[in-house]
């Protein structure tokens, strides 16, 4: 991510954390609060650490950080990244209240709804669905 990016996520409420060993990044991850919510944002591994508990690490650890609901958006085509959040407990949302959540709580553009899904938490699943 181009450091004027971070800096523009960062001054947007995205507060990230990450896991270093040996003085190296591997993975990092944010949390923003948006409304009643709390958005997953930019969860990255190094290719080479995927599959260490990298991923793990940072999602439970952020899952900790909140009693929010929560939510994460990411391309439908990224199979691998919708896999790892099932795994960890997240229900992948229905295709029209995908669209209300990133409506709701994202600023994308149209052409990134129609190729993004969200995946929710049980907090949100509680709740019923988008209010």
């Known amino acids: 991510m181009p450091e004027d990016e971070l800096a523009r996520e960062i001054g947007a409420g995205v ?6 060993r040996d ?12 409304e009643d919510v709390s958005l997953i944002r930019h969860a990255y591994v190094r290719s080479a650490h995927q599959g260490e508990g990298v991923g793990t690490a940072l ?11 929560l939510l994460i958006g990411t391309w439908a085509a990224a ?4 896999g790892f959040y099932e795994r960890h407990g997240f ?10 959540l990133l409506r709701r ?7 990134q709804i129609e ?17």
């Open 105 to 111: 709580y994202w600023t994308v553009p149209d052409r």
């Open 23 to 34: 003085g190296a990044l591997l993975g990092v991850m944010g949390l923003q609060d948006v």
């Open 59 to 69: 999602l439970t650890h952020l899952v900790a950080r909140t009693t929010r609901p």
């Open 91 to 100: 229900v992948l949302a229905d295709r029209a209240e995908t669209g209300r």
């Open 79 to 82: 199979t691998w990244a919708i």
């Open 115 to 131: 190729t993004s899904v969200v995946l929710c938490d049980a907090r949100w699943r509680r709740r019923g669905s988008t209010r």
């Open 15 to 20: 507060v990230f954390w990450g896991v270093e």
